[in-house]
């Protein structure tokens, strides 16, 4: 149990544009969902915290306008990027944590590989 | 502040063992949690050590002190597939993860 989707798992799109990734919970219920962008050799930097049915919390210095997040039950939030431009180009990550928490342990979508031309 | 310190990349030989060490400072605590992350993929669970002292996994054993903010991860055996990253995160006090930069490990033949 406790799969996370993540789609797509590579888009290519023109500077200018918008996109959007859908993260899902497949067999549990996620209280919190996680938005991680990590570019090539660095580690994890965590952009935004969403609760279902509330706004996310965005991590000092990502821009809220920018990435717009929606979580809108329990099993889906979405990370749209907006007006993409090269330097948005990366490795975006989800990960969810379960309703029902023993450990909080957090678990990863397989990632969306983001290209921005 | 917060942080977590770990090595930044470590070489070890085919069958022989391998500590990962990491140091954290942290807003409360709330945990310690290992991942292990190949190229171009998520992060995949590893271990979770909430009390101190070791927790064995098959090849893999965790441990924590948290008196002196310090785990380490222990693979033995060690096979070829075990070359990737390996992430050390802390959670705080508001259950936020906290990440290391990670330890990238070579498996030499």
């Known amino acids: 149990g406790a799969v996370v989707s993540q789609h797509p798992s590579w888009v290519i799109c023109k500077s200018g544009t918008s996109v959007k990734i859908e993260c899902r919970s497949l067999?549990?219920?996620?209280?919190?969902m996680f938005w991680y962008r990590q570019f090539p050799k660095q580690s994890l930097m965590l952009m935004a915290t969403s609760n279902e049915g509330s706004k996310a919390t965005y991590e000092q210095g990502v821009e809220k306008d920018k990435f717009l997040i929606n979580h809108a039950s329990l099993t889906l939030s979405t990370l749209t990027v907006t007006s993409a431009h090269p330097e948005d180009s990366s490795f975006y990550i989800c990960?969810?944590?379960?309703?029902?928490?023993?450990?909080?342990?957090?678990?990863f979508g397989p990632g969306t590989r983001l290209t921005v031309t | 502040g917060q942080n977590i310190d770990q090595p930044t990349e470590m070489t070890a030989t085919e069958g022989a063992i391998v500590q990962i060490n990491c140091t954290y400072q942290?807003?409360?605590?709330?945990?310690l949690f290992w991942y292990q992350q190949h190229a171009g993929e998520a992060p995949t669970f590893l271990s979770y050590?909430?009390l101190d002292g070791l927790e064995e996994k098959g090849r893999f054993s965790s441990f924590l002190s948290r008196s002196k903010g310090y785990s380490y991860l222990l693979l033995k055996e060690l096979q070829m597939k075990d070359s990737a990253s390996y992430l050390c995160?802390?959670?705080?006090?508001?259950?936020?993860?906290?990440w290391g930069a990670g330890t990238k490990l070579i498996i030499k033949p």
């Open positions: 990960s969810a944590r379960r309703l029902a928490g023993d450990s909080y342990e957090q678990y």
């Open positions: 050590n909430v």
């Open positions: 067999d549990f219920q996620a209280t919190t």
């Open positions: 995160a802390a959670m705080d006090s508001n259950y936020q993860l906290i």
């Open positions: 942290t807003s409360g605590f709330n945990g």
